[in-house]
């Protein structure tokens, strides 16, 4: 059985974000690993088949079954992983809107705002730098991305433990 990954699906680099407190919360879970969105964007005609490229690029040791998105630019690359891991849930942490109506790509921002919240499972209260996630932490609970059983990634193999590469050798 793969174990359940999640991403986070960040507007930039996560030193400086307004809720980089928030994701490295949820980046301290070892079946958490978060996408930097690239600092350069091609033009809007491209960014779909861009997005597109790059989810099946990304390799997981186990299987999405969250995504979280913190920003609307990010919305494209979320609906790709979402078609390449159909039975993933997306999350959205909804950025005020006053930040989205100062980007110079607002309205393309609102239409993937729109977007994310209607196909969102759930969508998180953001106040500044604090996210309101109880309803996030019970179903990654629900869906042991929180597990208390120890995260050994591409290691357990029909009934039984093996580790690759011969870091652990074992009779």
Do not use: C, N
């Amino acid at each position: 059985m793969d174990e359940a990954m999640a991403i986070l699906l960040l507007e930039g680099r996560l030193e400086g974000l307004a809720v980089e407190a928030h994701a490295r919360a949820l980046l301290d879970i070892p079946r958490v690993v978060a996408l930097e969105a690239s600092r350069v964007r091609g033009p809007r005609f491209l960014r779909d088949g861009a997005a597109m490229r790059q989810a099946t690029r990304v390799w997981l040791p186990g299987e999405l079954r969250v995504l979280v998105l913190y920003h609307p630019a990010q919305y494209p690359l979320a609906r790709a992983l979402m078609t390449v891991h159909p039975s993933a849930e997306l999350w959205y942490a909804a950025p005020e809107p006053e930040r989205v109506d100062a980007h110079p790509e607002a309205e393309e921002l609102r239409s993937h705002d729109r977007a994310a919240r209607d196909r969102a499972v759930g969508v998180l209260a953001v106040t500044g730098s604090e996210v309101d996630d109880g309803p996030l932490q019970a179903r990654l609970a629900e869906l042991e991305v929180i597990s208390s059983r120890a995260f050994v990634p591409q290691a357990r193999l029909r009934g039984g433990w093996a580790v690759r590469k011969g870091l652990m050798r074992g009779g």
